[in-house]
């Protein structure tokens, strides 16, 4: 993790995935794809250094195998994506309720895919 930056904790419902992120992202995007509207996410965004993750999660893949897709093996809460090949996406996305209301709703949100 960079230092110089204020980290954020959060955890997935259950408490037993838990995240560190260097800092709160700028913005949030309300992704439209069919896939994270069921799933319920608002990523952040951030490069691969900024994020430590701790817990069991199990992965779902799909579409054009991009990303893992990872989700907390008790409470099923999606708490992250992760790039399959990091060097053709430098970074990855964190569902920012892990954080939870109090914290993510002062973060503007974006729509879009």
Same mark, same amino acid.
């Given at each position: 993790m960079p230092p110089g930056?204020?980290?954020?904790?959060? @955890?997935?419902?259950? $408490?037993?995935?838990? %995240?560190r992120a260097a800092s709160m992202p700028k913005d949030l995007n309300d992704c439209q794809c069919?896939?994270?509207?069921?799933?319920?996410?608002? !990523?952040?965004?951030?490069?691969?250094?900024? %994020?430590?993750?701790?817990?069991? *999660? @199990?992965?779902? %893949? !799909? $579409?054009? @195998?991009?990303?893992? =897709?990872? =989700?907390?093996? *008790?409470?099923?809460? *999606?708490?992250?994506w992760w790039p399959i090949d990091a060097g053709s996406i430098p970074w990855m996305g964190l569902n920012a309720r892990v954080f939870g209301r109090d914290v993510f709703q002062q973060i503007p949100v974006k729509k879009g895919d």
């Amino acid at each position: 993790m960079p230092p110089g930056h204020e980290a954020v904790e959060g @955890s997935c419902h259950c $408490g037993a995935v838990k %995240i560190r992120a260097a800092s709160m992202p700028k913005d949030l995007n309300d992704c439209q794809c069919e896939h994270c509207q069921k799933r319920g996410a608002l !990523w952040g965004y951030y490069a691969l250094d900024q %994020i430590e993750i701790n817990g069991p *999660t @199990s992965v779902y %893949i !799909w $579409g054009p @195998s991009l990303r893992e =897709f990872h =989700f907390c093996t *008790t409470c099923g809460m *999606t708490t992250h994506w992760w790039p399959i090949d990091a060097g053709s996406i430098p970074w990855m996305g964190l569902n920012a309720r892990v954080f939870g209301r109090d914290v993510f709703q002062q973060i503007p949100v974006k729509k879009g895919d």
